[in-house]
Protein backbone atom coordinates (compact mmCIF):
# COMPACT_ATOMS: atom_id res chain seq x y z
CA UNK A 1 0.00 0.00 0.00
CA UNK A 2 0.70 4.34 0.27
CA UNK A 3 2.87 3.06 3.40
CA UNK A 4 4.65 0.53 3.03
CA UNK A 5 7.90 2.67 2.34
CA UNK A 6 7.71 3.82 5.44
CA UNK A 7 7.72 7.72 5.90
CA UNK A 8 10.46 9.64 3.82
CA UNK A 9 13.67 10.85 5.93
CA UNK A 10 12.43 14.40 5.64
CA UNK A 11 9.23 13.41 7.61
CA UNK A 12 11.25 11.36 10.09
CA UNK A 13 13.82 14.15 10.51
CA UNK A 14 11.05 17.08 11.00
CA UNK A 15 9.72 14.41 13.83
CA UNK A 16 12.39 14.38 15.82
CA UNK A 17 13.01 16.63 18.64
CA UNK A 18 15.78 15.09 20.71
CA UNK A 19 18.13 18.09 19.52
CA UNK A 20 16.02 20.96 21.36
CA UNK A 21 13.78 18.57 24.12
CA UNK A 22 17.18 16.82 25.47
CA UNK A 23 17.37 19.78 28.10
CA UNK A 24 13.79 18.44 29.22
CA UNK A 25 15.74 14.86 30.69
CA UNK A 26 16.27 16.00 34.24
CA UNK A 27 12.36 17.08 34.66
CA UNK A 28 11.20 13.84 32.70
CA UNK A 29 13.13 12.11 35.40
CA UNK A 30 11.71 13.43 38.24
CA UNK A 31 8.43 13.23 37.17
CA UNK A 32 8.95 9.26 36.73
CA UNK A 33 10.02 9.49 40.04
CA UNK A 34 6.82 10.99 41.04
CA UNK A 35 5.07 8.58 39.17
CA UNK A 36 6.40 5.11 40.23
CA UNK A 37 5.82 6.49 43.52
CA UNK A 38 2.41 6.84 42.76
CA UNK A 39 2.13 3.65 40.82
CA UNK A 40 3.72 2.28 44.41
CA UNK A 41 0.81 3.72 46.79
CA UNK A 42 -1.58 2.49 44.84
CA UNK A 43 -0.19 -0.99 44.88
CA UNK A 44 0.83 -1.70 41.23
CA UNK A 45 3.97 -1.68 42.03
CA UNK A 46 5.25 -3.51 44.81
CA UNK A 47 8.18 -1.59 47.74
CA UNK A 48 11.05 -4.16 46.39
CA UNK A 49 9.88 -2.74 42.93
CA UNK A 50 8.97 0.51 43.66
CA UNK A 51 12.98 0.87 45.35
CA UNK A 52 14.12 -0.84 41.87
CA UNK A 53 12.49 1.47 39.92
CA UNK A 54 13.73 4.55 41.44
CA UNK A 55 17.56 3.01 41.78
CA UNK A 56 17.43 2.77 38.19
CA UNK A 57 16.19 6.15 37.33
CA UNK A 58 18.91 7.35 39.64
CA UNK A 59 21.66 5.47 37.45
CA UNK A 60 19.22 7.19 34.16
CA UNK A 61 19.93 10.58 35.29
CA UNK A 62 23.66 9.82 36.16
CA UNK A 63 24.12 8.78 32.68
CA UNK A 64 22.33 11.51 31.21
CA UNK A 65 24.27 13.56 33.12
CA UNK A 66 27.46 11.81 32.53
CA UNK A 67 26.56 12.00 28.60
CA UNK A 68 26.79 8.11 28.83
CA UNK A 69 23.38 8.23 27.45
CA UNK A 70 22.41 10.00 24.71
CA UNK A 71 20.08 10.20 22.05
CA UNK A 72 20.42 7.23 19.12
CA UNK A 73 19.25 7.97 15.63
CA UNK A 74 15.98 5.74 16.53
CA UNK A 75 14.90 7.97 19.14
CA UNK A 76 12.16 10.37 18.35
CA UNK A 77 12.25 12.58 21.06
CA UNK A 78 13.68 12.76 24.69
CA UNK A 79 10.62 10.37 26.00
CA UNK A 80 11.68 7.57 23.82
CA UNK A 81 15.51 7.76 24.33
CA UNK A 82 15.01 7.92 28.38
CA UNK A 83 12.38 5.13 28.12
CA UNK A 84 14.61 3.00 26.37
CA UNK A 85 17.75 3.58 28.79
CA UNK A 86 15.22 2.84 32.18
CA UNK A 87 14.65 -0.59 30.15
CA UNK A 88 18.24 -0.78 29.60
CA UNK A 89 19.08 -0.57 33.09
CA UNK A 90 15.77 -1.87 35.04
CA UNK A 91 15.04 -3.96 32.46
CA UNK A 92 11.76 -4.18 30.52
CA UNK A 93 9.62 -5.79 32.88
CA UNK A 94 10.22 -3.34 35.45
CA UNK A 95 10.64 -0.32 33.27
CA UNK A 96 8.12 -1.30 31.23
CA UNK A 97 5.36 -0.67 34.42
CA UNK A 98 6.25 2.71 34.45
CA UNK A 99 3.75 3.40 31.23
CA UNK A 100 0.54 2.24 33.44
CA UNK A 101 -1.73 5.03 34.03
CA UNK A 102 0.22 6.99 32.22
CA UNK A 103 -0.50 9.72 29.21
CA UNK A 104 2.63 10.96 27.57
CA UNK A 105 0.18 14.52 26.82
CA UNK A 106 0.21 14.34 30.74
CA UNK A 107 3.36 13.44 30.95
CA UNK A 108 4.62 16.40 29.10
CA UNK A 109 2.44 19.20 30.32
CA UNK A 110 4.07 18.23 33.12
CA UNK A 111 7.86 18.29 32.42
CA UNK A 112 7.38 21.10 30.55
CA UNK A 113 5.62 23.06 33.40
CA UNK A 114 8.63 22.33 35.78
CA UNK A 115 11.03 23.40 33.13
CA UNK A 116 9.18 27.26 33.16
CA UNK A 117 8.64 27.11 36.73
CA UNK A 118 12.69 26.61 36.98
CA UNK A 119 13.17 28.93 34.28
CA UNK A 120 10.64 31.53 35.21
CA UNK A 121 12.51 31.96 38.96
CA UNK A 122 15.74 32.08 36.82
CA UNK A 123 14.49 35.02 34.60
CA UNK A 124 12.82 36.73 37.64
CA UNK A 125 16.64 36.90 39.14
CA UNK A 126 17.92 38.03 35.98
CA UNK A 127 15.24 41.06 35.73
CA UNK A 128 16.09 41.94 39.28
CA UNK A 129 19.74 42.02 38.85
CA UNK A 130 19.02 44.49 35.74
CA UNK A 131 16.75 46.64 37.63
CA UNK A 132 19.38 47.37 40.14
CA UNK A 133 21.65 47.61 37.46
CA UNK A 134 19.41 50.82 35.75
CA UNK A 135 19.10 52.10 39.25
CA UNK A 136 23.06 52.51 39.71
CA UNK A 137 23.38 53.56 36.04
CA UNK A 138 20.52 56.22 37.26
CA UNK A 139 21.89 57.08 40.25
CA UNK A 140 25.64 57.19 39.05
CA UNK A 141 24.13 59.47 36.31
CA UNK A 142 22.32 62.04 38.59
CA UNK A 143 20.83 64.55 36.82
CA UNK A 144 21.99 63.84 33.40
CA UNK A 145 19.21 65.53 31.17
CA UNK A 146 18.74 63.65 27.33
CA UNK A 147 16.37 63.73 24.88
CA UNK A 148 13.33 61.92 25.64
CA UNK A 149 11.06 60.18 23.11
CA UNK A 150 7.60 59.40 22.66
CA UNK A 151 6.05 57.13 20.19
CA UNK A 152 9.30 57.07 18.04
CA UNK A 153 9.13 60.92 17.92
CA UNK A 154 11.34 63.71 19.92
CA UNK A 155 9.71 64.76 23.49
CA UNK A 156 10.99 66.68 26.47
CA UNK A 157 14.07 66.34 27.96
CA UNK A 158 14.13 63.69 30.98
CA UNK A 159 17.09 63.32 33.28
CA UNK A 160 18.78 59.90 32.96
Do not use: C
Not at 62 to 79: C, P, Q, T
Not at 101 to 128: C, E, P
Amino acid sequence: GRFAGGPSPELVALSRSTHFDWQLAPYDIAGSRAHARALASAGYLSDAERQAMLQALDTLEERVRSGALVASEADEDVHGALERGLMDIAGTELGGKLRAGRSRNDQIATLVRMYLRDHAATIHAMLVQLVDALAAQAEAAGGAIMPGRTHLQHAQPVLL
